[in-house]
């Protein structure tokens, strides 16, 4: 398909993105102001300003939404604290529903917190996070389960956004994790793209997107050695999408592995937020096309386009068919032998350069 053609076919896709809906905090410090304590003596950052907006899953709906989807909801738990009110709203003023999310008492919202010098406009101090250690209330889990199981059929694609980095306080427990794999079996014409910071391997049969490192543990987690056309066998997943940062995307399916190479960018101005942009791409064009080359073609350029601004930047239907206007020397995507291995010999797959002509 050409990419006006998936961009339309995007208007009637509804996306779910379940997990970790988390806050982002962008405090800006001026060094100007920031002195020692008169009571203690420690040193204390004067912050002048502040702007929050969706993080972790968050980040990844803020994508989807940007892409004009026909709807864009999102499950998880906040806190009843300010972060949480702080949540809602960011979430509301980008237009995505979260009436699915479950409030917990007590509990605070998973908050990121950066600090920003506004000299330089660089983050250049230690990051304070707002995170839970303690497992998920068992009745919020219950919560999250009903709901997905009630919400699911109003949904085309389902992306998990497992954010936790810790053994427990996250949204994708394992009976939240085992419902979306049983989800999956049950709708098989519904994609599901999971992408998890640390437990890759638990996953099952949906499509998970790692990237080089994440995909390495999970390897070794599972078998003690790295070989990722094994690790897409073991998860069952139809598509494993292993991003490489710049250098783009290993797609790897049955019998068959893809390079695809993302456009060229000189001098990202800020790679924080470029594989949940991806993500959100990839998924979007999986529920249009059903093809994971033209996924990948497609979530590399979405992510060419957030890297270029500030924070967790989005990319418009307009951006993209800008960005793609301008390619004329882009390198398609290269399809190689699944039995080959990843520095083999390759023949050039002409898929996205099909997508981009056709685009004109």
Not at 122 to 142: G, H, M, V, W, Y
Request: with cysteine; hydrophobic share 40%.
């Amino acid at each position: 398909m050409t990419i006006p053609e998936i961009l339309n076919g995007m208007k009637k896709v509804r996306a779910l993105v379940v997990g970790d809906i988390c806050l982002d905090r962008w405090c800006t410090y001026d060094p100007a102001t920031s002195e020692p304590s008169a009571e203690t003596g420690i040193p204390r950052l004067g912050i002048v300003a502040s702007e929050v907006t969706p993080g972790g899953g968050g980040t990844v709906a803020n994508n989807l939404a940007a892409l004009g989807p026909a709807k864009v909801a999102v499950l998880g738990v906040r806190g009843d604290d300010g972060f949480g009110f702080e949540l809602d709203r960011a979430l509301k003023e980008r237009s995505i529903d979260a009436s699915l999310m479950v409030e917990v008492r007590q509990w605070q919202t998973f908050t990121y917190t950066k600090l920003l010098n506004s000299e330089t406009g660089i983050e250049d101090q230690p990051r304070a996070d707002f995170i839970n250690t303690k497992p998920l209330p068992s009745e919020a889990e219950l919560r999250i389960l009903a709901n997905l199981s009630a919400a699911i059929e109003g949904f085309d694609a389902v992306l998990v956004a497992d954010q936790a980095e810790t053994s427990a306080g996250g949204v994708v427990t394992p009976a939240v994790r085992e419902s979306l794999i049983a989800l999956a079996a049950k709708h098989p014409e519904k994609t599901f793209l999971a992408d998890s910071r640390r437990r890759v391997h638990l996953f099952r049969n949906v499509m998970v997107k790692p990237n080089h490192s994440e995909a390495e543990a999970a390897c070794k987690a599972l078998f003690g050695s790295i070989d990722f056309k094994r690790l897409r066998e073991t998860l069952g997943a139809e598509a494993l999408f292993l991003t490489h940062g710049s250098k783009g995307a290993l797609v790897l399916e049955a019998g068959k592995e893809t390079w695809s190479k993302p456009r060229p960018v000189e001098k990202p101005v800020d790679i924080c937020g470029a594989g949940d942009s991806f993500a959100a791409g990839t998924a979007l064009t999986m529920a249009v096309t059903h093809n994971p080359v033209e996924a990948a073609s497609f979530g590399n350029i979405v992510a060419s386009i957030t890297v270029m601004k500030k924070g967790t930047g989005t990319a418009s239907p307009e951006e993209i068919l800008a960005a793609t206007a301008e390619a004329e020397n882009f390198d398609p995507p290269r399809h190689k032998d699944a039995r080959e291995g990843e520095r083999g010999g390759v023949a050039v797959d002409g898929s996205m350069a099909s997508m981009r002509a056709k685009s004109k």
